[in-house]
């Protein structure tokens, strides 16, 4: 519920605040007082679209401010939540606008984009303004009015239009897939068996490569080796290290001990260059090259990268490839099969929605003689007994919300033709007929803020007063606020607001004033005799508030 409203250099407002109550709340004024301005500030708060330029000449910026009570379980604490802004008793919302054009809104202090605050007057603010931009009389959304009015759920619809679609997009793929693959069958066959044939592992050719790397070099290696093993074996240094041994052990009973150290180091020489034959013999042996292994191992390199550059792809990845081509292949060869598996499942799921669809199909129709019957009772306090509202479904074109199609109708007076809204109504008619169908619209949005700008326009004396008394009994279940230039309207009111202009320093400034019992008395006599107001405007002001 909309509890105040607080405009700053707005437009032709410098300083306003409008505090609403429960009920009916009425604004009335003379033509281009203001009224309309306070309704497009208003929209400004809430992000509708409007006017491009708000700020009042001479300001810096113009500001809107607009407090809602936000009982608990409302709509639009979801809205706040899926914001990440915490939901408290009370929803300021606020929206500047700078000289510049700059917008910036924020909702309980926290800066928001506009999405947000649409998503917030959704469920907060109910408008009908001189212009319907609810989509009352465009018939392409009067079929989310009756899902509105049925409380219908589409999710499973909606899942089973998805499934159907998704099913649908695999069959196309898997054809289209089926039909390349045909067209390349001979280089699919061949490719692949080259690449089993050939069966690359990932990492071969860096192995191989080294290998091969290896051998050539130990070709270039083995004849030093050789060379050095001869001068260290028995035949070289070896054998001449013996011979001096043993000649000095011939005198070492004569040399006094001086040759015990030379004959143990010898000793351990001899140990040190047997160790070293050793080893000088295994790297020898190592070093044999097969010339048939490095032939057929040069053989296997070249045919690894010869494949690997003529499919465009890295010797590693030939493995990864040979997978894709097989698997390509196989889609060839189970392609009739799977086509008839996926044409099976398309065929299935458009069951499962064509089953959801007439589900909403029927649900639909049968809300829509509870939304004729309910429009009925409410055109006749409008003293529009004698019309006939019927809303039709008929078949329309396939999608996630079903494959109806849904038109309001209307018939004025019995035996006319029907037809649409805005082409059978007159204004008045259409305002009545506008405001029936709000209120039954609306019945199931609990919390709801109903504005209706000018809803009596086109209507007078009788039919003035019972516009304004549905009014006054939709009020006691909601807020109602009305701009009405009415008296019968304006009588009905619980609160009552005169807007009016008036110019200072120069500059034209509306204003808006609470009324006491007086000042309405005043006011709708205004409303009923002009700018002077006679004893018998009075009177009649009298009349109709008592």
């Not at 050939?198 to 790397?213: C, I, K, Q, T, Y």
């Not at 097989?326 to 099969?337: E, K, P, Q, V």
């Not at 009415?486 to 509306?510: C, D, I, M, N």
Request: with cysteine.
């Amino acid at each position: 519920m909309l509890r105040s409203l607080d405009i700053r250099d707005v437009l032709i407002i410098d300083r306003l605040t409008l505090d609403l109550g429960d009920g009916l709340n009425v604004l009335t004024g003379e033509t281009g007082a203001g009224k309309s301005i306070l309704l497009d500030a208003l929209g400004f708060v809430l992000g509708w679209r409007g006017r491009a330029e708000l700020v009042r000449a001479g300001a810096a910026q113009g500001e809107v401010t607009a407090v809602f009570d936000l009982p608990p379980g409302h709509a639009a604490r979801a809205v706040l939540e899926e914001a990440g802004i915490k939901a408290e008793d009370d929803l300021i919302l606020r929206r500047v606008n700078t000289a510049d054009g700059r917008k910036t809104a924020y909702v309980n202090d926290r800066r928001v984009s506009g999405e947000v605050l649409r998503a917030l007057s959704d469920v907060l603010v109910e408008l009908h303004g001189q212009h319907d931009d609810r989509g009352l009389l465009n018939p392409r959304g009067h079929r989310a009015l009756l899902d509105s009015f049925a409380q219908l759920d589409l999710s499973a619809a909606r899942a089973a239009w998805s499934a159907a679609r998704q099913a649908r997009q695999a069959l196309e793929r898997a054809e289209a897939a089926l039909t390349a693959a045909r067209a390349e069958e001979d280089f699919l066959r061949h490719a692949v068996a080259e690449l089993d044939k050939l069966n690359p592992e990932p990492g071969e050719e860096a192995v191989l490569d080294s290998r091969r790397r290896a051998m050539q070099g130990a070709e270039r290696i083995r004849a030093d080796v050789a060379r050095a093993l001869a001068m260290i074996s028995e035949d070289g240094a070896e054998a001449a290290l013996r011979d001096a041994t043993r000649w000095l052990e011939g005198a070492v009973d004569r040399a006094d001990g001086k040759l015990d150290a030379p004959l143990a180091a010898l000793s351990r020489a001899l140990i040190e260059l047997s160790e070293a034959q050793a080893g000088v013999e295994a790297c020898l042996s190592g070093l044999d090259v097969n010339p048939r292994e490095l032939e057929a191992m040069e053989e296997r390199l070249f045919a690894i990268r010869a494949l690997a550059r003529k499919h465009n792809v890295l010797p590693d990845d030939l493995g990864t490839f040979a997978v894709t081509l097989r698997g390509r292949l196989a889609a060839l060869d189970s392609g009739a099969a799977g086509l008839g598996r996926l044409t099976k499942a398309l065929a299935d799921a458009d069951t499962a929605w064509q089953a959801e669809a007439a589900a909403l199909t029927k649900a639909r129709r049968a809300a829509a003689l509870r939304l004729d019957k309910a429009m009925a009772a409410e055109l006749a306090p409008l003293k529009m007994e004698r019309a006939v509202f019927v809303t039709e479904v008929a078949a329309g074109e396939a999608g996630p919300d079903g494959a109806d199609e849904v038109t309001f109708t209307v018939a004025t007076n019995p035996g006319a033709p029907s037809g649409p809204l805005n082409r059978i109504a007159s204004g008045g008619e259409l305002s009545r007929f506008l405001l029936a169908l709000k209120v039954c619209l609306t019945g199931n949005t609990p919390g709801l803020t109903m504005i209706f700008d000018e809803i009596d326009r086109g209507v007078g004396g009788a039919t003035a007063d019972a516009v304004g008394r549905r009014l006054k009994a939709l009020a006691t279940t909601a807020q109602v606020l009305v701009v009405t230039h009415s008296p019968q309207v304006a009588a009905l009111g619980a609160h009552h607001w005169r807007v009016e202009k008036r110019v200072v320093a120069g500059q034209t400034l509306s204003t808006v004033t609470a009324l006491s019992p007086t000042d309405r008395i005043e006011e709708i006599g205004r409303m009923l005799s002009g700018d002077t107001i006679s004893d018998a405007a009075r009177h009649a002001a009298r009349a109709l508030l008592a």
